[in-house]
C-alpha cells in the first residue's frame, strides 16, 4: 500500500478549501469533497462551495454534482467516494479529501457501522411529531435518549435527529452505542490534517462569510427555492432561517442573526465531533504551508 489519503478537516469558514488546493498542487493530486451541503447544485450561496476560481486551480470532485430532488445518503456517499479514490490513485500517489461532515470523513476512512431495523411504525410517529411539534420536540428526545450523540450531532440537521431517536427507540439502546471505534481496512494510507483557530477567530470568520453570502444573494435563493423546503437538503441552517423570513415568522435581520448563531453552533459541534479523534495533527489557519507539508510527508508510506 502506497497509496496515501490526504484529509483536511476543521470547523466551518476556517479555511478548508484553500489550504486543500495548495496540498493539491504540491502533491500533484485531485480533491474528493466530504462536505454534505455542497453536493446540491441548487444550493450555491448558502452552502459556500468553492469558487470558479478554485475550481480553476484544482480538480474537485462531489461539489454539486447532485439534486436536492434526488435521494443521496452517507452510504451512497462512502461507495461513490471509495470507487472515485481507486481511480485517483491509479494515476496518483495522493489524493486530498475534504470537508467538515465529521459522519462523511469518517465513512471514507473508517467505514460506516451497522445499525438494527427500524420499527416502520416508530419512524412514522417521529414525522408526526415534527409535522406537529418542530425540532425542538425531536431534539428534546434525544437528549433524553441519547445525551452522547445529542453533544455532538448537528441538531438543526432534523434527518440526522430523527435518525438517532428511531434507532434508539428501536433498540431500547442510545444511537451512540452502535457508533464503534473499529475501523475497516482501507486500501490507503490516511494523513489527518486538522486546521482550527481561537473561538473568536472562528465565530468572526463565520459572521463575515454569512454577511458575504446575503451580499451574494442568499435571500433570493431561498426565495427561488422556497416551494421545495420541505425537502431534506433545505432542512439546513442558513435556509431554514430565510424561509422563516419568507414566511413572515421573522425580520430579514434577525433571520440573519440566527443563521450566524446557528452557524457557531454547527462549528462548535464539528470540533467536538473531531477532536475525538486522537489521529488528527492540528495547525493553525496561519500555519505555514510548509509546515503542514513537511507532516503529510513525514507520514507518507
Known sequence: MNNNLIVVIGPTAIGKTNLSIKLAKHFNCEIVSADSRQFFKEMDIGTAPPSKEELDQAT??????????????????????????????????????????????????????????????????????????????????????????????????????????????????????????????????????GITADREIIYNRINQRVDIMVEKGLTEEAESLYTHRKLNALNTVGYKEIFNYLDNEWELDFAISEIKKNTRRFAKRQLTWFRKDETIQWFDYLENIDNVIDHITQNTL
Open 60 to 193: 474537485h470532485h462531489f461539489i454539486q454534482h447532485k439534486s436536492i430532488h434526488d435521494v443521496y445518503n452517507v452510504g451512497d456517499f462512502e461507495k461513490d467516494a471509495l470507487k472515485k479514490l481507486d481511480t485517483l490513485f491509479a494515476n496518483h500517489k495522493y489524493a486530498v479529501l475534504v470537508g467538515g461532515s465529521g459522519l462523511y470523513v469518517d465513512a471514507v476512512t473508517r467505514g460506516l457501522d451497522y445499525f438494527p431495523e427500524i420499527d416502520v411504525n416508530i419512524r412514522e410517529k417521529l414525522q408526526l411529531e415534527y409535522q406537529n411539534k418542530g425540532i425542538l420536540h425531536l431534539q428534546e428526545q434525544l437528549k433524553v435518549l441519547d445525551p452522547e450523540y445529542y453533544a455532538t450531532v448537528d441538531l438543526q440537521n432534523t434527518h440526522r435527529v430523527m435518525r438517532a431517536i428511531e434507532v434508539s427507540m428501536s433498540s431500547g439502546k442510545p444511537y451512540s452505542s452502535f457508533i464503534t471505534s473499529s475501523k475497516k481496512t482501507r486500501p490507503f494510507n490516511v494523513i489527518k490534517i
